[in-house]
């Protein structure tokens, strides 16, 4: 990949993504959740910051856009349905514009759900998915639809299965008590929960996994599968009813 991507672990659970472009050293931000620690991690590198790439509106994504626009000069990217409540943009994007750092480039996205205009970046073996797909699970849908969301999943299933899924949060502990309660017997996920239980022992970040690995431990990705639709009493339903049931399940879990 001519992509170099650092996670920076920032706020109480949130991933920042700083990224180089290793051709041209044009360097980007996947959202802005703390300047602290972005700024740190910059600094250690001797990098500026060209680029900031939005993904959604949510305050733990954009709170520290002004502070390195202002710090940097770096322009804002982000969705156009979303212009009126982000930041000022330089750009606005839709579904399926490029947004390129320096010479790589992504395809955008639109995966709405947990909001309406929330927006993915598809690099080539790299997709930034923030709320939307989540390391063992999804975002809650505070404006979409179950329906939307699980539209916006599928798009992302559809990636190179060796694709790195980078997510906004660490929330894999909870995830993974979830995603047993649904599939106990998971030999694969039941692996995942020990390695993010690991990694969280040793302050060491969930992220990037393989789409691969999320489609084979990610209870809602696997509303596919009719072993969850009967774990969910929906023997035989369709996709989006299954995935829509998991979803709600999560939400009182
Ligand atoms: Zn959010
Ligand atoms: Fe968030």
């Given at each position: 990949m001519a992509l170099e991507i650092i996670v920076v672990p920032c706020r109480q659970d949130n991933y920042g993504y700083l990224l180089r472009d290793m051709e041209t050293g044009a360097v980007a931000s996947v959202?802005?959740?703390e300047e602290a620690a972005l700024v740190a991690a910059l600094e250690e590198r001797g990098w500026g910051l060209d680029l900031i790439l939005l993904t959604h509106h949510h305050e733990d994504h954009v709170d520290a856009v002004g502070p390195l626009r202002a710090r940097y000069g770096a322009k804002v990217w982000g969705a156009a349905a979303d212009a009126h409540r982000l930041p000022k943009l330089d750009r606005d994007l839709k579904e399926g514009d490029e947004a390129a750092l320096g010479a790589s480039v992504s395809r955008v996205i639109d995966v709405s759900g947990h909001t309406v205009g929330h927006i993915a970046y598809a690099f080539e073996g790299a997709v930034f998915t923030a709320d939307s797909l989540m390391a063992l699970g999804c975002g809650r849908l505070f404006e979409g639809t179950a329906l939307q969301m699980w539209g916006s999943l599928s798009k992302l299933m559809a990636l190179p299965k060796e694709t790195l899924v980078y997510s906004g949060h660490n929330y894999g502990a909870s995830n993974g008590r979830f995603a047993l309660s649904i599939e106990p017997g998971n030999a694969a996920l039941q692996d995942r929960v020990r390695r993010i239980a690991e990694a969280d022992a040793a302050g060491a970040?969930?992220?990037?996994?393989t789409l691969e690995e999320e489609l084979a431990t990610n209870p809602f990705l696997r509303a596919t599968e009719e072993s969850v639709k009967a774990a969910v009493g929906l023997s035989g339903a369709d996709d989006a009813a299954v995935f829509a049931e998991v979803r709600r399940r999560k939400d009182v879990f």
């Open positions: 959202d802005a959740p970040p969930i992220c990037p996994v």
